[in-house]
């Protein structure tokens, strides 16, 4: 089905990517936010927040795995 | 007694018991269904006012998730009103909402269980068999495990029994709940409630399947290589009880018979005990 396949090789297959980014990365800088660390490593709450997120995502899209196992 | 009994006599017994108890309209699976849902929707505006504290909604998120599967389970196989009856629309309405909380699609949800009662503990064609493991925390880690993408991002488990029995129509649904799960997720987290998305919704979610696979796929199929009638599931003694293990003591009664209600399948159980034994069930511990 045309809608199902692009939907799955264009957005779905980056979403780990997108997801590290978009969503852990606002998440880990909101919790650092919370717990009142300002300009951890020198940076801003959410730049650090982006590289942590984004890294991990990047690591769950080419390992196939956010949690190193994988089926 | 029933050793005696031939093999028509005890399938007539089997089934009038079995529809003693198969047209009885299960009130409650509505109201769980509904009102389940309604509890988890609330937990948003009473969390971003200030209302509930985010420590006591998370838990009660949990649960929620947790929750919502067994309702849209009774609409699949019709429990509300079968196809045709007047109730039919309430039927379906119960199976689509109460899965929202899961983020999980009625329809995949509906066609996938539906290949699980045709092919119980199949290695290939049951769409539940990824749940196989060697015990208990087994089952909780594959859980997880099972739900990575995988080398290659190849189909597996529901995506690959849909593609199977040729309703990609269902992968669309599946696609699409997906898209909308995590735009909202994304959403949230971009105006600064990452933290209330993540302990209403994400880590609920993942906390929910983890369950819902233990207790509804694994513990009752353990450890799923028998495929016969009466030896693909088993009876066996929860430690957390009957209700916390989401009514699945009694699963085979359900695999039996899945027009029985699931709040009377404890009934039909003690009443066609005798004969399950002469059909040689698996029981274990001591199930009342």
């Known amino acids: 089905m045309a809608i199902v396949e692009f939907l ?29 660390w300002e300009q951890p490593l020198g940076f801003s709450t959410l730049t650090l927040g982006l590289i942590i997120g984004g890294a991990w995502g990047i690591f769950a899209f080419f390992r196939g795995s956010w949690i190193w196992a994988r089926p | ?53 985010l420590w006591i909604a998370f838990p009660i998120a949990c649960v929620n998730v947790m ?20 109730l039919r629309w309430l039927n379906e309405l119960v199976g689509h909402l109460s899965l929202l909380p899961m983020a999980m699609p009625y329809r995949l949800q509906k066609v996938t269980h539906m290949e699980h009662h045709k092919h119980v503990n199949h290695p290939e064609n049951d769409p539940d068999i990824t749940t196989q493991s060697k015990g208990p925390w087994d089952a909780v880690w594959q859980s997880f495990v099972q739900r990575q993408r995988g080398k290659g991002g190849a189909m597996r488990g529901y995506g690959y029994i849909l593609e199977k029995v040729g309703r990609n129509d269902v ?45 509804f796929s694994w513990a009752p199929h353990h450890p799923a290589f028998k495929k016969g009638r009466y030896d693909n599931a088993k009876f066996w003694t929860s430690r957390v009880g009957n209700i ?45």
């Open chain 1, 8 to 36: 799955v090789k264009n957005i779905l297959h980056f979403m780990p990517i997108t997801f590290g980014f978009l969503f852990f990365g606002p998440l880990f800088a909101q919790i650092m936010d919370r717990l009142g």
């Open chain 2, 1 to 53: 007694m029933t050793a005696k009994l031939s093999e028509a006599e005890l399938r007539k017994e089997e089934r009038m018991i079995a529809r003693k108890y198969a047209d009885r309209f299960p009130w409650e699976v509505p109201v769980w269904g509904l009102g389940n849902l309604l509890i988890w929707l609330s937990l948003w505006p009473l969390v971003f006012m200030d209302i509930l504290p």
């Open chain 2, 67 to 86: 929750a919502c599967f067994l309702p849209a389970h009774e609409a699949v196989h019709g429990m509300i009103a079968r196809p045709g009856e007047k």
């Open chain 2, 171 to 215: 992968l669309v649904d599946g696609a699409l709940y997906q898209l909308t799960f995590f735009a909202s997720l994304f959403a949230l987290a971009w105006n600064g409630y990452a933290i209330e998305a993540a302990l209403l919704w994400w880590a609920p979610r993942h906390i929910g399947i983890a369950y819902i696979q233990f207790f």
């Open chain 2, 244 to 288: 916390a293990s989401m009514g699945m003591q009694y699963h085979l009664i359900h695999h039996l018979h899945p027009f029985i209600p699931l709040r009377d399948t404890p009934k039909a159980y003690r009443e066609m005990r005798p004969i399950l034994e002469a059909r040689g069930c698996t029981f274990e511990g001591d199930l009342k």
